[in-house]
């Protein structure tokens, strides 16, 4: 089940960039962490970039310095910044929030996105 909304994926040369978005239903109260995993084609899902709500950030080692990962807490929206990128960034990325609380009701507390295709090849 799509849960989050994503958008922003697509092809690049070596060195471009891109930018990831992603929203959450409006249903929501709060969110724990934000961020984004990604899985290469035979590789295991792995997480990129996350966002906790008082604002601190982690990065996998592969992508720092190259990628920044940004959220608006009032709107339920993360964002990914890929700047720098390189054939091995190529991969479905997944947004994700964890430690979700609805408004007035109780459901469930991860989410994920459905998935976007990043290329970067010449």
């Known amino acids: 089940q799509v849960q989050l909304v994503e958008s922003g994926g697509g092809t690049v040369q070596p060195g471009g960039s891109l930018r990831l978005f992603c929203a959450a239903p409006?249903?929501?109260?709060?969110?724990?962490?934000m961020g984004w995993y990604r899985q290469a084609s035979g590789n295991q899902r792995e997480l990129v970039a996350s966002m906790v709500d008082i604002g601190n950030t982690t990065y996998v080692g592969a992508v720092k310095g190259r990628f920044t990962v940004s959220r608006d807490n009032a709107k339920n929206t993360v964002t990914l910044q890929m700047d720098s990128l390189k054939p091995e960034d190529t991969a479905i990325y997944y947004c994700?929030?964890?430690?979700?609380?609805?408004?007035?009701?109780?459901?469930?507390?991860?989410?994920w996105g459905q998935g976007t295709q990043v290329t970067v090849s010449s």
């Open positions: 409006g249903n929501i109260w709060s969110i724990s962490v």
């Open positions: 994700y929030a964890a430690g979700v609380r609805l408004r007035n009701t109780i459901g469930p507390s991860d989410y």
